[in-house]
């Protein structure tokens, strides 16, 4: 499918239902960790900061309507305050490169219901011949960022992906092309194509269907 996002930021909270209570937890309350949180709470996405300053979880208290938790990401019980064990994602932008990866790579090992994480990283001695920026086997990361080169943005694009399968975003434009399963619970079983696109906010064309193992053009 291909979806048309009205604005850089655009609400997804209409996509697909379990979107709407996805929880979040962001390593790093810092001015990259407001800004992100920010874009994902406008989204109506609920979101928790892990930041080892009380000042900055304060803060990010006072700005945002957010939850924030004062401690080492690198501790697991402190993640588990958090909230990891209910999130979908985990993004670690703190300014230590060390501390994202070791946050990210307990997450990985501990907790499987983490369906992406993403960390931060500057220093590109940390990336093997193997590994990129945007796909790495390093410690199981789903994606590494550079913050000194990528935006918000960026981080914005990488968790949306990962609420489907298959996903090519388009740079610089606000094109999504992506894969959608329809499970039995799902609440678009039934619907016809019609009714199925007019329940999304925004512009989408349905580009091909596979019904056990047959593929459909609508």
């Known amino acids: 499918m291909i979806y048309k996002q009205e604005s850089s930021f ?16 962001i390593i790093g309350a810092g001015r990259r960790g407001l800004r992100l949180a ?18 900055r979880c304060q803060s990010a208290v006072s700005k945002l309507d957010c939850l924030a938790i004062c401690g080492s990401a690198t501790n697991i019980d402190k993640l588990i305050e958090a909230g990891v064990e209910d999130s979908e994602i985990a993004v670690a932008v703190t300014d230590s490169d060390e501390v994202n990866l070791v946050s990210c790579g ?4 501990n907790f499987p219901n983490v369906k992406k994480t993403v960390a931060a990283i500057r220093s590109i001695s940390y990336l093997s011949n193997n590994d990129d920026e945007h796909g790495t086997s390093l410690l199981g990361i789903s994606d590494i960022v550079n913050p000194d080169s990528e935006a918000a943005r960026r981080i914005i694009d ?12 388009f740079p610089d434009t606000n094109f999504l ?3 959608m399963h329809i499970s039995k ?3 678009y079983v039934g619907m016809s194509l019609a009714q ?7 512009n989408i064309v349905v580009t091909g269907i596979e019904r056990k193992g047959k593929a459909i053009l609508p």
């Not at 920010?38 to 000042?55: M, N, P």
Request: hydrophobic share 45%.
């Open 106 to 109: 307990l997450i990985v090992a």
């Open 177 to 179: 092309l992506f894969t």
């Open 185 to 187: 619970r799902n609440p």
């Open 38 to 55: 920010r874009h994902l709470i406008e989204e109506k996405k609920s979101v928790t900061f892990l930041d080892s300053s009380s000042d």
């Open 158 to 169: 990488v968790i949306r992906s990962g609420f489907y399968h298959d996903t090519i975003i």
């Open 196 to 202: 199925f696109r007019a329940s999304f906010k925004g």
């Open 10 to 25: 655009a609400h997804f909270d209409n996509i697909i239902y379990t979107v709407r209570d996805m929880k979040v937890l």
